[in-house]
């Protein structure tokens, strides 16, 4: 709910125009990440995966970039609608291990 | 298919309190979690379970017991609760790490607890 999106970096973006968020992760050893989207009031949904012997995979009207040597993740939405309005985050994970490293988030918002 | 069921979605506790958080899942998976997510943090990692019959703490475990009763639930128990536990609470669950290419964890609703 609104509670846990206080604070958080806003990327506005009119209708039908392309969104691009950005996450940098913090442990190098880290292989696999995970995009997510959270409505307000409800859990975090899954939206796109990656890992790290990849470095672009695309889903619907979604696209993950994935840039090991600055430790950059980037997700790119085709066409945004106003129903992608949401809180996004990334998730790391180094396989084998069961600490997924979550970051903060940024809130998207559609204008109409 | 349910997913990931988490029970209750509110609950308002004074200090000192206890109350334990339910969790299910019905995709089979091995490994279990519990977070908490509070204003302007990402989610922190309470108790994790690999398996059935397996815990291990996370990031933030004071405070807080959990118990892996099958496969499919894992409950997070509050013995007395703190203002500081005041937050929202998520179970998810995933197939193990590493294994093969679908193992994102998968999450629950959310139980909004405030302790007063």
């Known amino acids: 709910g609104e509670s846990v999106g206080l604070h958080l970096p806003t990327l506005s973006v009119q209708e039908g125009d392309n969104s691009i968020i950005n996450c940098a992760y913090s442990?190098?050893?880290?292989?696999?990440f995970i995009w997510y989207k959270q409505e307000s009031g409800k859990g975090p949904q899954f939206i796109i995966d990656i890992r790290s012997n990849m470095d672009k995979r695309q889903g619907q009207r979604v696209t993950v970039l994935l840039n090991k040597t600055v430790k950059h993740l980037s997700l790119q939405i085709a066409a945004t609608q106003p129903g992608d309005s949401a809180v996004y985050f990334c998730?790391?994970?180094?396989?084998?291990?069961?600490?997924?490293?979550f970051g903060t988030g940024t809130r998207l918002k559609v204008l109409a | 298919n349910a997913g990931v069921t988490q029970t209750p979605k509110f609950q308002v506790l004074k200090t000192g309190q206890s109350m334990t958080l339910q969790c299910a899942q019905d995709m089979n998976h091995n490994s279990m979690y519990w977070y908490r997510q509070d204003p302007g943090m990402g989610l922190r990692l309470i108790y994790y379970s690999a398996s059935e019959g397996t815990t291990d703490k996370g990031e933030v475990p004071n405070g807080y017991n959990v118990s892996r009763l099958n496969k499919r639930e894992f409950s997070l128990r509050l013995e007395s609760a703190a203002p500081s536990q005041t937050s929202v609470y998520f179970c998810?669950?995933?197939?193990?790490?590493?294994?093969?290419?679908?193992?994102?964890?998968?999450f629950g609703q959310g139980t909004r607890l405030t302790v007063v």
């Open positions: 442990n190098s050893a880290s292989d696999y």
């Open positions: 998730a790391e994970n180094r396989s084998g291990t069961y600490k997924y490293i």
């Open positions: 998810a669950s995933s197939a193990v790490p590493g294994q093969g290419t679908n193992t994102e964890a998968f």
